[in-house]
C-alpha cells in the first residue's frame, strides 16, 4: 500500500495547457516536498510546504499543502516543454521528521 | 556550492561480487540518508546517518547490506555477494539540520547498479 498516492500516473499535454497533480494521503505529513527527475539524475528539491493550507508559487508553478496536511497539489500554468518530467512528492510522517516517504511520481510529458 | 557528489554513476557487478557506494554530502551538511529506487518504484528510504553513528538503519535489508559515515571522507553504502534484485538506483541526500518539520534533503544523481 502506497502511503502516498499520485495522480495522475502519466500525463500528456499540449504546451500551453494547464495541469494539475495530486498528491494524497490518509496520513499527516509534518511537511511535504516536490521534486522533479530526469531520467539518470536524482530527485532536484522544487519546493518545501510546511503549514496546513500554505500556497507557494514558483513562477508558474503553484504548490498548496492542504489544511489537514494529509494531501498536497502542484499546478502548472501554461505548461512548457522544459517542464518534462517526473515530478515526485515526498514528505516526513509526524512521527519521523527525516524518513522522507515518496509518492511512486507523475510522469509529464508537454508535447510542442 | 558543490551539491550532493556520488560516485561512481554506474557501477556493473556479477552476482556474489561487492558494490561500494560513495556519496559526499553538501558542504556544511553532516546529515545523510540512503534511498534506494527499484525499477519501475518509488524511492524507499535505507538508511539515515551522522558521522560516526547509524541513527536509522530500518529500510536497510538485514544481511548483506551496511553503512557508515566516518569521521573523515564520505559515506559509503556497501552491499555484499550481490544478487540481480540488488539492481536499482541508489540515492544519497544530506541535510543541514535532522529534525525539524522543515527538513529538506538534497539528493545527489545516483549511483545504478546493475547486476550481472
Known amino acids: 500500500t502506497q502511503l502516498l498516492e499520485q495522480s495522475p500516473q502519466f500525463l500528456s499535454i499540449q504546451e500551453g495547457e494547464n495541469l494539475t497533480v495530486y498528491c494524497n494521503s490518509s496520513?499527516?505529513?509534518?511537511?511535504l516536498q516536490w521534486y522533479r527527475q530526469e531520467p539518470g539524475e536524482g530527485p532536484v528539491l522544487l519546493v518545501t510546504?510546511?503549514?496546513?493550507?500554505e500556497v507557494k508559487k514558483l513562477k508558474r508553478l503553484t504548490f498548496q499543502f492542504g489544511d489537514a496536511r494529509k494531501d498536497s497539489s502542484l499546478h502548472i500554468t501554461a505548461a512548457q516543454t522544459g517542464d518534462t518530467g517526473l515530478y515526485l512528492c515526498?514528505?516526513?510522517?509526524?512521527?519521523?521528521?527525516?524518513?522522507?516517504?515518496f509518492g511512486s511520481g507523475t510522469r509529464l510529458l508537454v508535447r510542442p | 556550492n558543490a551539491g550532493v557528489m556520488q560516485n561512481p554513476r554506474h557501477l556493473v557487478r556479477r552476482r556474489g561480487q561487492e558494490a561500494r557506494l560513495r556519496c559526499s554530502p553538501m558542504?556544511?551538511?553532516?546529515?545523510v540518508y540512503w534511498y534506494r529506487q527499484l525499477p519501475e518504484e518509488g524511492l524507499k528510504f535505507m538508511v539515515y546517518?551522522?558521522?560516526?553513528?547509524?541513527?536509522?538503519e530500518s529500510g536497510m535489508p538485514k544481511e548483506r547490506f551496511s553503512a557508515e559515515f566516518p569521521k573523515e571522507g564520505p559515506s559509503i553504502l556497501r552491499i555484499q555477494q550481490v544478487v540481480r534484485g540488488d539492481s536499482a538506483a541508489y540515492f544519497c541526500?544530506?541535510?543541514?539540520?535532522?529534525?525539524?518539520?522543515?527538513?529538506?534533503?538534497?539528493f545527489g544523481p545516483g549511483t545504478r547498479l546493475t547486476v550481472l
Open positions: 541526500a544530506s541535510s543541514q539540520l535532522p529534525s525539524s518539520s522543515y527538513n529538506e534533503q538534497f
Open positions: 496520513s499527516v505529513f509534518s511537511s
Open positions: 510546504v510546511v503549514t496546513g493550507g
Open positions: 515526498a514528505g516526513p510522517l509526524m512521527d519521523s521528521s527525516y524518513k522522507l516517504i
Open positions: 558542504k556544511g551538511h553532516s546529515h
Open positions: 546517518l551522522q558521522k560516526e553513528n547509524i541513527i536509522d
